[in-house]
């Protein structure tokens, strides 16, 4: 998911955010800012970690009116710092008010996402394996969730069900067993397209590898077993090993030799990056 993909399927879905935040109107505001008024707000890094969206955040007030002027400090990818200013935003001061939380809420979910990311990729440094996400992300939210993983030094998996092949227990069991399902997919889908089955068991690694899998995901198997499975596979297919990655468990997988170690946690479990818009005041 790169940058220009994430911006073309931006503005539809960031509209869709503020329209369910602002139904009618904001109350709030209009209630103390009922003309408007030029002001400056400053964004606030409140805690360690890797920024992410800050295009979307900027994104949000200019949809609502776009003579905002937004002064980044710092881009996508940086390492932010606890009390690091990061952005100066001037512009109708009820604009500024009315689009704050929104653009919070993308930001602080993205940047979450992206430093939780950086923190388990480290662990994988020096090693051949590289770190996927998975679809497990917040419906409406997984062309952003997505970027945020490669901002924070990951790599995405399929994007969607239309991006590619992957066999998973219940479609080999629609199928009747791996072989079938494996067979069923080369004469369906694209000469183009990969194929990927889950296993869970020795024999289903070997019964994968000879149905001609392109990948094989080893699915919640002790490190053992993935590591015989590696031995099975004997470079036949690229391999994947998944179920329940964290930051905390991951080490324990580095030396046994597979391409790619998925986690759904990047994204469903990643917690937000504290930031704030602060020191909002008129300026003539």
């Known amino acids: 998911m790169n940058e220009i993909t994430m911006q073309l399927n931006a503005d539809k879905l960031i509209r869709m955010a503020l329209q369910e935040d602002i139904t009618s109107e904001d109350i709030t505001t209009n209630a103390v800012m009922p003309e408007g008024r030029k002001g400056e707000v400053q964004l606030i890094c409140k805690q360690e970690g890797i920024i992410a969206g800050l295009g979307i955040f900027s994104r949000v007030f200019q949809l609502l009116d776009d003579s905002v002027e937004i002064d980044l400090k710092c881009q996508d990818g940086d390492a932010v710092k606890e009390g690091q200013l990061m952005a100066v935003l001037t512009g109708d001061i009820r604009v500024l008010l009315s689009g704050e939380r929104v653009a919070l809420n993308y930001l602080q ?49 399929r994007y969607n069900l239309s991006d590619g092949v992957l066999l998973k227990d219940n479609h080999i ?112």
């Open 173 to 284: 069991g629609a199928a009747g067993g791996v072989k079938q399902a494996v067979q069923m997919a080369k004469e369906y889908a694209p000469f183009v397209r990969k194929i990927e089955v889950e296993v869970e068991k020795l024999d289903m690694v070997r019964e994968a590898a000879e149905a001609g899998a392109d990948i094989i995901m080893l699915d919640n198997m002790s490190p053992e077993e993935m590591k015989e499975a590696v031995r099975i596979i004997a470079g036949r297919a690229e391999t994947e090993c998944s179920g329940n990655v964290t930051r905390e468990n991951v080490e324990r997988l580095v030396d046994i030799g597979v391409d790619y170690i998925s986690s759904g946690a990047l994204t469903h479990s990643a917690p937000i990056l504290d930031i704030s818009l602060k020191n909002l005041h008129p300026v003539e």
């Open 109 to 157: 979910r993205m940047s979450g996402i992206a430093t939780y990311t950086a923190s388990i990729a480290r662990l994988l440094e020096g090693s051949k394996t590289k770190l996927l996400d998975t679809r497990k992300t917040t419906p409406n939210m997984r062309v952003f969730e997505k970027y945020a993983v490669k901002v924070g030094g990951g790599c995405n998996h």
